[in-house]
């Protein structure tokens, strides 16, 4: 009869303990979670959890099968900055309270494509965008209020209901923080220079394919600066056409635009897009090369044949152009 007394109290005991512990560690305990994660459609909440970087112990396997609270979490991106326990964490994730929305800019994007961006995903209006432009401080050069180049292309997550002003000056922020003005503009000569840089990185960004060609193509285009040709780079004939051509015909080399670097000297009046940091590099440290041509290869590769005289440009292409790929 002893026996089992001790036993009952034993088992009572565990219970009581088990429970306690249960307890701490779901509704007391404190787990540290710095990070932006997706959560998609499907998925299973211990995916979710790696993620976190929490670990899926029983205390969270029974908390699961009592509550059902694993098969309520929203699919989207989430942003969790804070110390939460177990409640308040799948509280939060449940409602989708810190659900956030994912924006990637591609490089080369205009402001035009960004804009529309935001529009298709329901986070601007085009009234709302034009607003934050308006208001907008900025200590860099921007002819007529143009911000283009300074929207870096890079991934974003915004809280859902985010306003306008708070999306616009997170992407000139981020260019900002990569490109200081402490550092590329202290003097109004400086800021004139680094935004003919970054025009230059704009149209390197549409003219290249591959990464490595960037400092080369960049070259060429300084080159011809300094010789005094025109730059005669299609991709500022397509910024014209808002890049919806797929192939540039000889009568669009005609049109009267000062983006027309087949008819005008020098540089575009703005960027031609938002270049990325490796086209900004390449344009900011060119390769030193005594090339004033490039074409597409006939090979596939996306690659380019760079020459140093007209003679040998019109060559290459002679003898190329027609050999299968």
């Known amino acids: ?143 007529n209020n143009n911000f283009e180049g300074y929207f870096f292309p890079d991934t974003y997550y915004f809280a859902k209901g985010s306003k306008a002003d708070v999306i616009v000056n997170t992407f000139l922020g981020e260019f900002l923080k990569r490109y200081p003005v402490e550092k590329y503009g202290q003097s109004e000569e400086a800021k004139k220079d680094f935004y003919k840089k970054l025009i230059m990185a704009s149209i390197i960004e549409r003219e ?47 049109i009267d635009s000062p983006y027309n670097t087949y008819k005008n000297y020098g540089l575009t009046p703005t960027p031609i897009g938002n270049p990325g940091k490796i086209s900004i590099s390449a344009s900011l440290n060119p390769a030193k090369t005594d090339y004033l041509f490039f074409v597409a290869t006939y090979d596939g590769t996306q690659s380019h044949h760079f020459t140093k005289t007209y003679k040998e440009h019109m060559e290459y292409q002679r003898k190329n152009k027609n050999k299968p790929k």
């Open 1 to 143: 009869m002893k026996v089992f007394k001790f036993l009952l109290l034993g088992i009572v005991l565990m219970f009581f303990l088990g429970g306690g512990l249960y307890y701490y560690e779901i509704n007391m305990k404190k787990i540290t979670i710095n990070k932006t994660v997706e959560f998609e459609k499907g998925e299973r909440v211990g995916e979710l959890l790696k993620k976190l970087g929490v670990k899926e112990d029983i205390f969270l396997k029974i908390y699961f099968r009592i509550t059902g609270v694993s098969s309520e979490i929203k699919a989207g991106y989430y942003q969790l900055s804070d110390r939460y326990t177990v409640v308040e964490l799948f509280q939060i994730l449940k409602e989708g309270r810190t659900e956030m929305v994912k924006v990637t800019i591609p490089e080369g994007y205009t402001i035009k494509e960004i804009k529309k961006l935001l529009i298709d995903k329901k986070m601007i209006t085009e009234k709302e965008f034009q607003l934050a432009l308006n208001k907008v401080k900025f200590p860099y050069i921007t002819p």
């Open 208 to 254: 290249a394919v591959l990464d490595k060609e960037k400092p080369i193509i960049a070259s060429v285009f300084y080159n011809r600066l300094k010789k005094g040709m025109r730059l005669g780079s299609d991709a500022t004939i397509n910024y014209i056409f808002n890049y919806e051509k797929r192939r540039i015909y000889y009568k669009d080399l005609k």
